[in-house]
């Protein structure tokens, strides 16, 4: 499939002042090709969610985006690790491994992937000790 | 109701300067926790809280809130006040509890 649009973006480990940044950059650069307003709020939370669990879980990591020719836009978020050992208590809505001082800062609800299964419409994770991928496909149009 | 007359209604304290308080207030939400406010907050909402750090910004900005009321008196740090005047997001801060400042929402009519 032809992509119409491709880029990527970097996440550190631990940034918690620019956390939201990539998500926001996916955001205006999605504006650009005319995504649906409720499919951006849906793509909105879900790269939040990823992106901060890759500051706040991960070590870090890399998102792609790619917009191909039949409308579908495809994000993957890509860390390097540490991994989640057990993938059906991840999902779970309220399971958590947050840091004290995540929770304090209001993370840890054990909502954030729950939420970007929710609102996508296409949701794939990976697991291994080399790091965690998220895939998602959203439809430009509703 | 619009942030301007809430701010005139309630003698609330703006703290941003030159964020737009022309925006329309549809509704509020009440949470601490990012990831609910994520999931069920609303476009146009007001984001009534008692966070006041930096990722308050983020998230009331990808959720696309109205404004966020810092309840209980609490106080935003310049760092996040700067930051949510650049993403043109009002902060308000209230000195009732987060009950209170909800009611005082609804008796508003918001
Ligand atoms: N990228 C990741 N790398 C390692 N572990 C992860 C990653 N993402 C999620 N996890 C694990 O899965 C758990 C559940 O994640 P989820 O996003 O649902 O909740 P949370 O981040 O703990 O809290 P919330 O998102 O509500 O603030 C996390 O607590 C963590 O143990
Ligand atoms: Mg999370």
Not at chain 2, 74 to 99: G, K
Request: proline letters at 4%.
């Amino acid at each position: 499939m032809n992509k119409i649009l491709q880029k990527e973006f970097h996440v550190e480990r631990d940034d918690y002042a620019n956390a939201g940044m990539a998500s926001s950059q996916i955001k205006s650069t999605l504006k650009q090709v005319g995504v649906d307003p409720k499919v951006m709020r849906r793509i909105a939370v879900a790269a939040y969610e990823a992106e901060i669990n890759m500051i706040i879980h991960a070590w870090g990591g890399v998102v792609y985006l790619d917009v191909t020719e039949d409308g579908m836009i495809h994000l993957i978020f890509q860390d390097c690790g540490p991994g989640i050992p057990d993938l059906e208590k991840a999902m779970t809505p309220g399971w958590s491994t947050a840091s004290k001082k995540a929770r304090e800062l209001g993370f840890g609800a054990g909502m954030g992937l729950p939420n970007i299964k929710r609102v996508s419409d296409e949701f794939t994770i990976e697991s291994s000790p080399a790091g965690t991928s998220i895939f998602l496909t959203f439809r430009v149009e509703e | 109701m619009t942030i301007q007359q809430l701010i005139e209604q309630t003698g609330w304290k703006p703290v941003t300067k030159d964020a737009d308080v022309t925006k329309e207030i549809k509704g509020a939400y009440c949470s601490d926790l990012l990831s609910w406010v994520m999931g069920k907050g609303q476009p146009d909402q007001a984001w009534i809280t008692v966070q006041s750090h930096i990722n308050v910004i983020a998230v009331a900005v990808l959720r696309e809130f109205s404004c966020v009321i810092l309840a209980e008196g609490a106080q935003f740090p310049e760092n996040v006040i700067s930051r949510a005047e650049d993403e043109d997001l009002v902060l308000i801060e209230s000195d009732l509890p987060v009950f209170e400042t909800a009611r005082k929402l609804i008796e508003l009519g918001v």
